[in-house]
């Protein structure tokens, strides 16, 4: 089901609506003002060169009192804000953006890296030469001695796993523990 990207894509759409609030009421109510944090390279950003050099990765913009023609699509928005005192245009897909905040009531989102932008999966460690490699023996193979020292192994393995086991578990119940308030109390 992937309820994990669900989420993600159902909080895109809060940001998504919160822009299209302040279009609708021809700015931000009160004192909201909203930090948005976004991925500069993702695929869809438009953002002006000089901007994109100092900011390889990531940038956060404020939408606060100055900024102008905000546009909020389906899939992205578009901003005009002064960088330096030069006004500079930006299109911004929902999905690059990582992070969210309006601080003036304390609410913030922090979005997952899109898929996109993940580093590509690390390459495996080289298989070693057939001559490099040990032969493994065959179970077939396996004399009454080894297969007994072995099972020994297995064993004592798995008694450490099992106190291992009761540990972790002893602990988790420690954590798990519900404490009233009044056991703190003085009576």
Do not use: C
């Not at 304390?106 to 898929?115: H, R």
């Not at 396996?142 to 297995?154: L, R």
């Amino acid at each position: 089901m992937n309820y994990e990207q669900m989420t993600q894509l159902a909080l895109r759409g809060v940001v998504r609506d919160a822009i299209r609030r302040v279009i609708r009421e021809d700015g931000l109510p009160g004192a909201h003002h909203f930090y948005i944090t976004f991925l500069t390279r993702y695929p869809g950003v438009e953002i002006d060169e000089s901007l994109a050099k100092k900011y390889p990765e990531e940038i956060t913009i404020v939408l606060e009192h100055q900024f102008w023609d905000l546009q909020a699509h389906a899939n992205e928005f578009e901003v005009t804000l002064k960088f330096g005192g030069i006004p500079k245009y930006l299109k911004v897909p929902y999905h690059a953006i990582s992070r969210f905040h309006d601080p003036s009531v304390g609410f913030a989102l922090q979005f997952d890296p899109p898929a996109e932008m993940e580093p590509a999966a690390p390459v495996l460690a080289q298989i070693p030469n057939q001559k490099d490699a040990k032969p493994k023996p065959s179970k077939k193979s396996t004399s009454k001695a080894a297969k007994a020292s072995d099972e020994k192994a297995s064993k004592k393995g798995a008694k450490k796993d099992k106190d291992k086991d009761k540990a972790d578990s002893k602990s988790e119940n420690d954590a798990d523990k519900v404490v009233s308030l009044d056991s703190f109390r003085k009576k």
